[in-house]
């Protein structure tokens, strides 16, 4: 059976009791932080850097931490976050330019690496880095807010990149970020991805167990 993980964006936490609602969300069975980092300049929008990464290592959180970073240049944010606690860091193709050093960066300094393609993102990006990953991250949505809808053409996508993890025969997450929630979550893992990250379908519910326990429940279908 696959290793399903969810991994709540804390984008569409309550950034005023941030170490709270990443303490709730564990507790009502998340298995990953996604923390996302944007620039307004990479991306039309602003959040968290590594030194709040920092503070939730210092505040507790012992639980991974999947730094997404959309920022551009990236390579200065790879160390700091290595730095501040990071489990896993991600980062766009495009903002970098040498993907394979940035990668092993990553890997240099303990984390997990991988790559993280936009809707419009071909995946020829893998090709000569698949043993360099060990996530790839595909996004449903376009980078830089919260709350949108799903594109679709994204299952394509999933379906490609399960196919060229399983022909590789490494052990490499496939995660999805943007729209997903209870109603889509089951299409998605169908698709092949095996990692979910989901910011306003759990934030912006009340009880984030029953969600979290729903999400489950559609992917034990
Ligand atoms: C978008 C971010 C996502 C976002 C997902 O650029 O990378 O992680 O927070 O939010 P939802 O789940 O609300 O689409
Ligand atoms: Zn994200």
Request: glycine residues 8%; aromatic residues 6%; proline residues 6%.
């Given at each position: 059976m696959t290793d399903f993980k969810i991994?709540?964006?804390?984008?569409?936490?309550?950034?005023a009791r941030l170490g709270e609602e990443v303490e709730a969300v564990l507790s009502a069975g998340a298995d990953?932080?996604?923390?996302?980092?944007?620039?307004?300049?990479?991306?039309?929008?602003?959040?968290?850097?590594?030194?709040?990464?920092?503070?939730?290592?210092?505040?507790?959180?012992?639980?991974?931490?999947d730094a997404h970073l959309m920022v551009k240049p990236v390579d200065r944010m790879i160390g700091d976050f290595i730095e501040a606690g990071a489990t896993y860091i991600t980062f766009h193709p495009e903002a970098s330019d040498h993907?394979?050093?940035?990668?092993?960066?990553?890997?240099?300094?303990?984390?997990?690496?991988?790559?993280v393609f936009n809707p419009a993102t071909p995946l020829h990006f893998l090709d000569h880095v698949m043993d360099k990953v060990d996530m790839i991250l595909l996004m449903s949505v376009n980078p830089g807010f919260g709350g949108q809808k799903f594109i679709p053409g994204t299952l394509d996508?999933?379906?490609q990149v399960r196919k060229l993890i399983d022909a590789s025969g490494r052990e490499i997450r496939l995660e999805v970020d943007g729209g997903v929630g209870i109603g889509n979550i089951r299409e998605i893992a169908e698709a092949g991805a095996d990692t979910f990250v989901a910011g306003s379908a759990i934030f912006n519910t009340d009880d984030y167990r029953a969600t979290i326990d729903k999400m489950r429940a559609e992917l034990a279908l």
């Open positions: 991994a709540p964006s804390i984008l569409s936490a309550d950034f990953i932080v996604h923390f996302d980092v944007m620039d307004n300049h990479y991306v039309p929008n602003l959040t968290i850097g590594p030194m709040v990464c920092k503070a939730l290592r210092n505040y507790g959180i012992e639980a991974p931490i993907i394979d050093r940035s990668l092993q960066m990553i890997r240099d300094g303990g984390c997990k690496s991988g790559l996508k999933l379906r």
